[in-house]
């Protein structure tokens, strides 16, 4: 949409992590069996509203500073009780050095981009805290933005329910409101210290890369080339998480399989040996990156992408980055990982954290290598973007999934209308 102004290049569609959202509106078939298959109400809302959003804030473009609170390790933007780590004995694994970096086994640090009409003064904020959206349990069968939907309705109407303090577990709509009203709380007070302007060019640089054979170089221990793998998903995956448990006999850490739920696997697609050893020691349960009927049942091809406002880079990832991960690409205080972005391919763990084989390992899809392959690609964007050099836009792949219900807003209505602030 837009024509040459608003394109997969320039703009990144980030998703607010809720177990509790609407589905089917994914291309492939992993994500869309809970609901049955591709619903077309769940994906014309969501682009129609994607879509009214973008037309609105350039019709209401005018002059406006960015501010920032970041500073990563200040101790004014620690939010302490709102997050934890489900898989402590996986982080546990990873290299001592790299653990001693950092303070907690999660990233409890509050980012938080401010914006303010040179008129009108404060107009709005983005803001990003590391908390799963699961204060809601799996028994809901409601749609619900969860704890950051509950943070975001208190920051719009800047005001909460004073009289009600307290644990919420068990009651899923108190643990909601709790978790969202301490991420409020500390996004309003970076809100009001937020005074450090954004100075430099608006910039990105976008590429699709192939994440099912990808080479990169492995660097513990000896050096050595190595390579991504096609998708699939591990043993534990079905056994699920401390806010999901899975059904059956499947547990957390099984880096073996069994006979029963293997033959059952055989059934459905054979991995080769080639794979089983690329996805070492995940034992495969799902082969799903070579099972292509009746389409394909997990992404290959994903985008990259960089957005630059001034000082402050966001790197937009098509997956869900664990706390190392993400840690690690804080290379200066202005660099922020945005996850969940522009597409899902599900977790990426450390090369160590692979190795314990818990929900997150078994759900990184590429293999122990998919986080080195990342640093590899995001590199070459950011190197693009420092030197102002353009990108190839990688292997496009045509999606085949069926088109929108609804008539989309004239593309043109943005391209060829001027507007005046006021």
Request: hydrophobic share 35%; proline share 5%.
């Amino acid at each position: 949409m837009g024509g040459d102004v608003y394109t997969e290049k320039n703009v990144a569609i980030s998703g607010i992590h809720t177990h509790a959202g609407p589905g089917g509106y994914l291309q492939y078939l992993v994500y869309i069996v809970a609901s049955l298959g591709f619903v077309c109400q769940s994906f014309d809302v969501l682009v129609e509203g994607i879509e009214k959003s973008i037309v609105q804030a350039h019709v209401n473009f005018c002059p406006r500073s960015v501010r920032v609170n970041k500073g990563y390790r200040h101790l004014a933007r620690e939010l302490l009780d709102a997050c934890i780590n489900r898989s402590p004995s996986a982080h546990l694994n990873n290299p001592a050095g790299e653990r001693k970096k950092y303070t907690y086994d999660v990233d409890k640090h509050m980012t938080l981009l401010k914006f303010v009409d040179d008129d009108f003064g404060p107009v709005g904020s983005f803001n990003w805290f590391a908390t799963h959206g699961t204060s809601m349990s799996r028994t809901n069968s409601l749609i619900s933005g969860d704890n950051k939907g509950a943070a975001a309705w208190f920051m719009e109407d800047c005001q909460i329910d004073k009289e009600r303090q307290g644990a919420g577990y068990p009651d899923e709509f108190e643990s909601t409101r709790i978790i969202g009203e301490r991420q409020f709380r500390k996004a309003v007070q970076l809100f009001n210290e937020a005074e450090e302007e954004t100075v430099g060019d608006v910039d990105y640089r976008h590429a699709y890369v192939d994440l099912s054979s990808l080479k990169v170089i492995h660097k513990r221990g000896a050096s050595k080339v190595v390579r991504t793998c096609p998708a699939s998903m591990g043993f534990a995956f079905a056994a699920g998480t401390t806010d999901g448990p899975g059904t059956f006999d499947f547990t957390q850490g099984d880096d073996k399989g069994n006979p029963f739920w293997k033959l059952v696997r055989d059934l459905l697609k054979m991995a080769t040996k080639e794979q089983i050893d690329c996805q070492h020691p995940k034992p495969i349960l799902l082969d799903t990156g070579e099972i292509k009927k009746p389409y394909d049942w997990a992404p290959s091809i994903l985008p990259i992408q960089i957005l630059r406002i001034g000082q402050f880079v966001i790197l937009c990832v098509p997956g869900d980055p664990q706390t190392l991960t993400s840690a690690s690409a804080k290379t200066e205080d202005a660099v922020l990982i945005a996850g969940l972005t522009n597409s899902y391919s599900q977790y990426v763990t450390t090369y160590e954290e692979y190795q314990v084989q818990r929900y997150e390992g078994a759900s990184t899809l590429y293999g122990p290598h998919a986080l080195s392959t990342y640093i590899q690609e995001f590199k070459k964007l950011a190197k693009a973007l420092i030197s102002d050099q353009l990108l190839e836009p990688g292997p496009i792949k045509l999606r085949t999934t069926r088109t929108r219900c609804l008539l989309p807003i004239d593309s043109w209505y943005m391209s060829n209308q001027s507007f005046e602030c006021g």
